[in-house]
């Protein structure tokens, strides 16, 4: 089993910047891929951007260009840096990691809000 733990949202103002961590407990070795996911109030969990062991990326059409994923493998630890934040960016962001043929895990989710 992989443990997740987000951590690094709050509150900031449009054209804001955060920066999100994923830490697991399983080397990133062990995990085929991993990601980030949000959902808001009243709409599903929406794909936001995935890293794979090769450090090959993948984003939604909605960040492209203004967030971007990377990974600390010494550390175990993902991470998403969103500038040019929008309001509509507002949601619970979960970290999530697939191992293929054994599971899927997700972290408890990190409330991401941009507002004036």
């Known amino acids: 089993q992989v443990q997740l733990v987000e951590s690094g949202g709050g509150l900031v103002q449009p054209g804001g910047s955060l920066r999100l961590s994923c830490a697991a407990s399983r080397s990133f070795f062990s995990i085929d891929h991993m990601g980030w996911y949000r959902q808001a109030p009243g709409k599903e969990r929406e794909l936001v951007a995935t890293i794979t062991r090769g450090s090959t990326t993948n984003y939604a059409d909605s960040v492209k260009g203004r967030f971007t994923i990377s990974r600390d493998n010494a550390k175990n630890t993902m991470y998403l840096q969103m500038n040019s934040l929008k309001p509509e960016d507002t949601a619970v962001y979960y970290c999530?990691?697939?191992?293929?043929?054994?599971?899927?895990?997700w972290g408890q989710g990190t409330q991401v809000t941009v507002s004036s």
């Open positions: 999530r990691a697939l191992q293929l043929g054994r599971g899927e895990y």
